[in-house]
T-cell receptor
Framework: DTAVSQTPKYLVTQMGNDKSIKCEQNLGHDTMYWYKQDSKKFLKIMFSYNNKELIINETVPNRFSPKSPDKAHLNLHINSLELGDSAVYFC???????????????FGPGTRLTVL | KNEVEQSPQNLTAQEGEFITINCSYSVGISALHWLQQHPGGGIVSLFMLSSGKKKHGRLIATINIQEKHSSLHITASHPRDSAVYICAVGWGVQKLVFGQGTRLTINP
């Protein structure tokens, strides 16, 4: 009964490729997020989606595009992958239509992306 | 300078010791979060607080809004508490900023 799941867990790919990471939550939450954790373990928010509407884009390159087919899914598409995209990407969800910083979040297990 | 600073960055202690991790921030906030990242990488939300104090088992989180400071305490620490503890602050609708994390190691 995984609450927030991500696939794949590991992704190794060549520079220039296009890849996607999928995220699903079965908690009935309204809001979902994507975070990037770099090699120094620093977490940064990338996107937030509320009821399929983008409400945050934290200066992320437009090679990254979130896609939300429904409230339970938020996928991350990355075009023209670069070496600097190597990181762990976490999906998360939270219950309410609240500000991004004001609600408890539930995290997925992470996807480790390695760009060669 | 990051808007959220944690101290210490690394902490090693013996089993049973009382642990304190500090978080200072420089902006007015709506809420402060404490997260735990296990050695395997998974992240768990421990607390969200906007005032006062919260307790869950051996974990206690406090926040002083005037001083822009929060502490996470662990009583009777155990090796399974070994993890990275991350402070994050949120304000408005579109801001959530994370500290750099504190790596805690509890030796048996």
């Amino acid at each position: 009964d995984t609450a927030v799941s991500q696939t794949p867990k590991y992704l190794v790919t060549q520079m220039g490729n296009d890849k996607s990471i999928k995220c699903e939550q079965n908690l009935g939450h309204d809001t979902m997020y994507w975070y990037k954790q770099d090699s120094k373990k620093f977490l940064k928010i990338m996107f937030s989606y509320n009821n399929k509407e983008l409400i945050i884009n934290e200066t992320v390159p437009n090679r990254f595009s979130p896609k939300s087919p429904d409230k339970a899914h938020l996928n991350l598409h990355i075009n023209s992958l670069e070496l600097g995209d190597s990181a762990v990407y976490f999906c998360a969800s939270s219950p309410l239509l609240a500000g991004v910083g004001t609600d408890t979040q539930y995290f997925g297990p992470g996807t480790r992306l390695t760009v060669l | 300078k990051n808007e959220v600073e944690q101290s210490p960055q690394n902490l090693t202690a013996q089993e049973g010791e009382f642990i304190t991790i500090n978080c200072s921030y420089s902006v007015g906030i709506s809420a402060l979060h404490w997260l735990q990242q296990h050695p395997g990488g998974g992240i768990v939300s421990l607390f969200m607080l906007s005032s006062g104090k919260k307790k869950h088992g051996r974990l206690i989180a406090t926040i002083n809004i005037q001083e822009k400071h929060s502490s996470l305490h662990i009583t009777a620490s155990h090796p399974r508490d070994s993890a990275v503890y991350i402070c994050a602050v949120g304000w408005g609708v579109q801001k959530l900023v994370f500290g750099q994390g504190t790596r805690l190691t509890i030796n048996p």
